[in-house]
């Protein structure tokens, strides 16, 4: 399961704001005296894999949480597809979505979270079919159904009936990658998914999720320290550094040849 998928070329664009998927535009973003994004912008593309590194602190979790719409930009529009999660007017208003409109593009993102937030007091099988139950509408059958084709896929079949504390860190990650897909969204947020593990329990998550890149087209955001990882998964990969993308390339570029002083200084301190 450790082989390396290869990063082709980003995916023919379709729809959206200049053919993107996701949008961010002028995006900005302080705590205080903290400015955590500085006037972002970029695109990712439908089906794209894109990895967000970076020091600690750079805002990268940020753009994933407002993706979540668990955080509020101050500035600037973000776009999913056609629909508009915040929206800047020319008069410099932030103008939120409507809750429907939000609930609509929340449909199509799912997340993967550093510490799994699993439901402690339920089953892994009913971890998986809650939200397809409840959310999209799916009968309890069918969304047994898919969950259990979903955990047979993450390697835990077999652990259907155990509670989350039964299982080690790295299935309970696992469960909760099958409960993310089991969304079927068509992006697939992860954050630091493998930094509370060890590196086994890490390496097997991590080979689950080249087994997704491998074999389905959801677009993925990505924030990781797992640089093998990130190289074998993404086709693009952004550099932040305070706030701003400093470099944005292909992995093999990034990798192998980065431009930045800044990128390359980081890059030796991780890997
Ligand atoms: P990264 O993911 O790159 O490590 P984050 O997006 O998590 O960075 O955080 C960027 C900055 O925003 C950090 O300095 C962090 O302390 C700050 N930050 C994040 N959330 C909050 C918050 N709710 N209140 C105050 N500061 C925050």
Known sequence: MTETTSASSAPASSGGHEGNLITFDGVG???????????????????????????SGSGKTTIL??????????????????????HEERTG?????????????RRRITMVFQHFNLFPNMRVLRNVTEA??????LSKEEAEQRARELLDMVGLGEKLTAYPTQLSGGQQQRVAIARALAMRP?????????SA?????AAGVLDVLRDIARTSDVTMLCVTHAMRFARDISHRVLMF??????????????????????????LQSVI
Do not use: C, W
Not at 29 to 55: A, C, H, Q, Y
Not at 186 to 194: C, I
Not at 241 to 266: C, L
């Open 132 to 137: 397809p139950v409840h959310v999209l509408g």
């Open 65 to 86: 949480r407002m993706l979540m719409t668990l955080t509020r930009p101050d500035s600037g529009t973000i776009q999913v597809g056609d629909d508009y999660l915040y």
């Open 93 to 105: 208003n932030l103008v939120p979505a409507s809750e429907q409109h939000i609930r609509r593009v």
């Open 29 to 55: 973003k302080r705590f205080g005296d903290n400015v955590v994004l500085d006037n972002l912008s970029f695109g990712v593309r439908p089906g794209e894999r894109v990895t967000l590194i970076g020091p």
């Open 241 to 266: 550094d305070s706030g701003r993308i400093i470099e944005d390339a292909p992995p093999g570029e990034m990798f192998d040849a980065p431009r930045h002083e800044r990128t390359r200084g980081f």
């Open 197 to 201: 593990l060890d590196p086994e329990l």
């Open 186 to 194: 068509d992006v697939l947020l992860l954050d630091e998914v493998t």
